[in-house]
């Protein structure tokens, strides 16, 4: 049972080797909400998460693939349980990877096609701003935020490719000329097939100061926050 | 008993590294016409029946050892049939 909240607890789990946890934590706190680092040997989300962030980093040092270890993180069943009860989850960078080699996301992530790492803005352009990633975005709109990945380029086949796009599951695709890893068909970021989960390459949250150029990532995580507050509003 | 399993990128998934190996091979006056990388795992399973190791080395390959969107796999036993 959870009450509505002001700040909605976001609870942000993570790993031997996740680096973006903190990052994730201090922009979500930015954009309303209360950030709670949980470590992946816990087998429970704290008591009042009303959403969970995956965030960026090398968990298990991108052994094997990358996020195919940390899916067996016992905290990975509480967010599978999570999602599954219809809990809001994001899965930024390193999180895409690990919610699609758990099977909550479609697709898989491989090495980028130009076998670089590559670290820089590029533009996405929201392809559905009825999302509860995206709500506080228009459809249409461009924004500007960092990528970070070596691993970035996202695959799918045809049949699941013609199939994702039928349910409208890709929200987020990167502009014209700016795909910075060779992802099929430009997508940087798919929901599944209810809508609760979601996860994407670019990092929203190196993007919400405006002191370091684009303020873009907040309309992403803000998004979340507004979807936590609204199943933080329903008991569970 | 001993195995090893073979992973491979599926056909017609494209292979970055593969594609860079081929042309470095190229480069060094090798004819190679294509290149594909895998990956190889050693394993030693505590169980000596061939049948049940072979099952359960298809059950590690399902679970985490492949990604069966891009990848194929091989298990060959050793110490056995």
Request: charged fraction near 25%.
């Amino acid at each position: 049972m959870s009450v509505e909240r002001e700040r909605p607890l976001v609870a942000v789990p993570f790993f031997p080797g996740s680096n973006d946890d903190r990052d994730a934590v201090s922009a979500l706190e930015r954009v309303g909400a209360e950030g709670r680092r949980v470590w992946h040997d816990e087998s429970v989300l704290p008591d009042g998460t009303a959403a969970v962030v995956l965030p960026g980093g090398f968990s298990y040092g991108d052994y094997l693939r990358c996020g195919a270890i940390a899916r067996f993180s016992p905290i990975m069943r509480a967010v599978t349980a999570f999602a599954g009860d219809g809990g809001v989850v994001l899965g930024i960078c390193n999180g895409f990877q690990i919610l699609t080699e758990a099977g909550l996301l479609p697709g898989v992530l491989r090495a980028n096609e130009s076998l670089s790492f590559v670290c820089r803005d590029v533009r996405v352009r929201v392809e559905d701003a009825g999302s509860a990633f995206t709500s506080r975005c228009a459809d249409g709109q461009e924004l500007t935020i960092p990528v970070k990945h070596g691993e970035g380029c996202w695959f799918a086949g045809d049949d699941l490719l013609a199939e994702l796009e039928a349910n409208g599951q890709i929200v987020l695709r990167y502009a014209a000329g700016e795909n910075p890893n060779g992802a099929v068909d430009d997508v940087a970021g798919v929901r599944n097939a209810v809508g609760n989960v979601f996860g994407l390459m670019p990092h929203p949250e190196h993007a919400v100061d405006p002191l370091l150029g684009s303020t873009d990532g907040a309309l992403i995580l803000g998004s979340l926050v507004d979807a936590a507050r609204l199943s933080a509003a329903v008991p569970v | 008993m001993k195995a090893t399993v073979l992973v491979r990128p599926k056909p017609g998934i494209l292979d970055p590294q593969g594609q860079a190996v081929q042309s470095s091979l190229r480069h060094l006056g090798f004819a190679v016409a294509e290149a594909r990388v895998g990956k190889l795992v050693e394993l030693e399973v505590e169980i000596d029946d061939a049948t049940e190791a072979r099952a359960e080395l298809e059950r590690m390959c399902e679970q985490l050892l492949a990604n069966p969107l891009i990848e194929s796999y091989e298990i060959e036993l050793r110490d056995g049939v």
